[in-house]
Nanobody, 125 residues
Framework: QVNLVESGGGSVQAGGSLRLSCLVS????????LTWFRQAPGKEREGVAT???????KYSDSVKGRFTISHDITKNTLYLQMNNLTPEDTAMYYC???????????????????WGRGTQVTVSS
C-alpha cells in the first residue's frame, strides 16, 4: 500500500519558482511510476512529469525545460521543482503512483489507482 500527501503549493508572481513535495508514506516494491498531474479550471487533467524507480523521466511539452522531477528515496519524497512559472501553470497539482506500464503511457492518468488530494498553485501576472 502507498499513501501520497502533497505540499508546497502557493501563490507566486509570474517568473517565480515553487517546489512541490509528495510524501510517500508507505512504499511498496510493486510501485514503479511516480507522476505529477495538474488540472486547471475548465481543462482536463494532464500529466506533467513522471519518474520511474529505475530513473527514467518524462515531461509534458508545456513544462519541459522549466520543471524538474526527482525522487529522494532516503526521505520517501517526490519533488517537482517549478521555475519560470506563468499564469498558464495555475492549477491543482496531484501526485499519483502505479505499479507498471511502458514509458509512452506513463503521463496518462489511466492505470493510476493511488492519488494524493492535491496542492493548489496560483501564478499571477
Amino acid at each position: 500500500q502507498v499513501n501520497l500527501v502533497e505540499s508546497g503549493g502557493g501563490s507566486v508572481q509570474a517568473g517565480g519558482s515553487l517546489r512541490l513535495s509528495c510524501l510517500v508514506s508507505e512504499d511498496s516494491p510493486n510501485t514503479r511510476w511516480l507522476t505529477w498531474f495538474r488540472q486547471a479550471p475548465g481543462k482536463e487533467r494532464e500529466g506533467v512529469a513522471t519518474i520511474h524507480y529505475h530513473g527514467n523521466t518524462k515531461y509534458s511539452d508545456s513544462v519541459k525545460g522549466r520543471f524538474t522531477i526527482s525522487h529522494d528515496i532516503t526521505k520517501n519524497t517526490l519533488y517537482l521543482q517549478m521555475n519560470n512559472l506563468t499564469p498558464e501553470d495555475t492549477a491543482m497539482y496531484y501526485c499519483a503512483a502505479k505499479d507498471g506500464g511502458p514509458m509512452y503511457v506513463a503521463l496518462n492518468e489511466g492505470g493510476y489507482k493511488i492519488w494524493g488530494r492535491g496542492t493548489q498553485v496560483t501564478v499571477s501576472s
